[in-house]
């Protein structure tokens, strides 16, 4: 089936750096990504769409110079969390769009971020 | 604007035992829905979907989800819980018509505990 490979799995990196995560699509082409973010005990808030070859759509309330997101091929999109702060410690999950014609969406195995 | 809603935050029942885990979506065109299932620290498994024709759907690991259009809902079950379910599941809708780019709307979510 549909794999969408995530690294790291989990990353500890200092306050003020840039942290890079990357999403690739292993046996499909993903036209379209998803960025999530997910609190402890919460849903999954959607940070991003991105589409490739274009620029990435933001949610309301999401910084687009802090989370740059990036998909210049059909099989990779990247999340770089730029200057990352504590509070932006957090665990980060995509998700691609496999078909058009059955709606069918593969999860990444996510990211779990710590800035210290 | 479309809305998911899981009414339990938190069920627990004992191994053997019958589940059903509530979802109900308000959103005035046709819906896709979808259970996903999420063990601490990873990504989503989908566990199901529907998008029309018989509105009992089969997924995975001996689940089934009824589609019920009067109620809003789509209601997961198991009928014979195992240790190995103990996890987070979301249930989530799309437009049928693809608006805001097919992004998923995702339920807060529905804790599942499993007594042995």
């Known amino acids: 089936g549909a794999v969408v490979s995530q690294h790291p799995s989990r990353v500890i990196c200092k306050s003020g750096t840039s942290v890079k995560i990357e999403c690739r699509s292993l046996d499909f082409q993903a036209t379209t990504m998803f960025w999530y973010r997910q609190f402890p005990k919460q849903s999954l808030m959607l940070m991003a769409t991105s589409n490739e070859g274009s620029k990435a759509t933001y949610e309301q309330g999401v910084e687009k110079d802090k989370f740059l997101i990036n998909h210049a091929s059909l099989t990779l999109s990247t999340l770089t969390v730029t200057s990352a702060h504590p509070e932006d410690s957090s665990f980060y999950i995509c998700?691609?769009?496999?078909?058009?014609?059955?709606?069918?969406?593969?999860f990444g195995s996510g990211t779990r971020l710590t800035v210290v | 604007a479309q809305s998911v809603t899981q009414p339990d935050i938190h069920i627990t029942v004992s191994e053997g035992a019958s589940l059903e885990l509530r979802c109900n979506y308000s959103?005035?065109?046709?819906?896709?829905l979808f259970w996903y299932v999420q063990s601490p620290g990873q990504g989503l498994q989908l566990l199901l979907k529907?998008?029309?024709?018989?509105?009992l759907v089969q997924g995975i690991k001996g689940f089934e989800a009824e589609f019920k259009r009067s109620q809003s809902s789509f209601n997961l079950r198991k009928p014979s819980v195992h240790w190995s379910d103990a996890a987070e599941y979301f249930c989530?809708?799309?437009?049928?018509?693809?608006?805001?780019?097919?992004?998923?709307?995702f339920g807060k979510g529905t804790l599942l505990t499993v007594n042995p």
């Open positions: 959103y005035g065109a046709t819906p896709y």
């Open positions: 998700s691609a769009r496999v078909s058009d014609r059955d709606y069918g969406y593969t």
């Open positions: 529907y998008f029309s024709g018989d509105t």
């Open positions: 989530a809708v799309v437009p049928a018509s693809g608006g805001s780019n097919y992004k998923l709307t």
